[in-house]
């Protein structure tokens, strides 16, 4: 069956420093691999998307995922964070499931910015 | 652009009592997904619409949940019979093939 894996549920960093989420997905065929950002009271937000070709994805707010096939991994990295980064992410497959097409997301991961 | 728009964006009730909670796609999108998010959980899928076709139901937690797309736009959901454990941010999504999906803001409901 499809799964995302987030595991980690919170993530706290310096603003300024480095940023990684982790994503592992389980999937049988070539996947559709998202990651999107929830703001708190907000909805969610499309970072990047990666279907196929360049395995290294750019995104909106200098983000950027990179689809590892032999890891079954999609992680999201940002070079030097901004307090305005504190909200959750979530990383979600694209799957065919029963003939539709639906996204499986992972629980989320909460980065909260330290100043 | 107009995006997916959703209302009422909070909705308060009384356990026993039924609710309408209303998605606006973005034109054109063929697709229309509803999620439901609990508190400190992801997100559920409940029901996807797709062009003229039978919505997939597989999602929706019980019967007190239904939803409906009229002329292939407008989606509403509705839940009868509220209980506290409907309370949950309601999210509506839309796309044009299915893949890529955009989503509103979201309707918060608590139910008393």
């Known amino acids: 069956a499809q799964s995302v894996t987030q595991p980690d549920i919170h993530i706290t960093v310096s603003e300024g420093a480095s940023l990684e989420l982790r994503c592992n997905y389980s999937?049988?065929?070539?996947?559709?691999l998202f990651w999107y950002v929830q703001s708190p009271g907000q909805g969610l937000q499309l970072l990047l998307k990666?279907?196929?070709?360049?395995?290294l994805v750019q995104g909106i707010k200098g983000f950027e995922a990179e689809f590892k096939r032999s890891q079954s991994s999609f992680n999201l990295r940002k070079p030097s964070v901004h307090w305005s980064d504190a909200a959750e992410y979530f990383c979600?497959?694209?799957?065919?499931?029963?003939?539709?097409?639906?996204?499986?997301f992972g629980q989320g991961t909460r980065l909260t910015i330290n100043p | 652009g107009a995006g997916v728009s959703q209302s009422p964006s909070n909705k308060v009730t009384e356990k026993g009592k039924d609710v309408e909670l209303r998605c606006d796609p973005i034109?054109?999108?063929?697709?229309l997904y509803w999620y439901r998010q609990s508190l400190g959980q992801g997100l559920e899928f409940l029901i996807y619409?797709?062009?003229?076709?039978?919505?997939?139901k597989s999602g929706l937690p019980s019967d007190r949940f239904s939803a409906e797309r009229t002329g292939g736009s407008v989606s509403t959901l509705t839940i009868q019979r509220t209980q506290q454990e409907d309370s949950a941010v309601y999210l509506c999504?839309?796309?044009?093939?299915?893949?890529?999906?955009?989503f509103g803001p979201g309707t918060r409901l608590t139910v008393l």
């Open positions: 999937y049988g065929a070539t996947p559709y």
């Open positions: 990666y279907f196929s070709g360049d395995t």
């Open positions: 999504a839309s796309s044009f093939l299915g893949v890529e999906q955009f």
């Open positions: 979600a497959v694209g799957a065919l499931i029963q003939g539709a097409q639906k996204l499986v």
């Open positions: 034109s054109g999108h063929t697709a």
């Open positions: 619409f797709q062009g003229n076709s039978a919505p997939d």
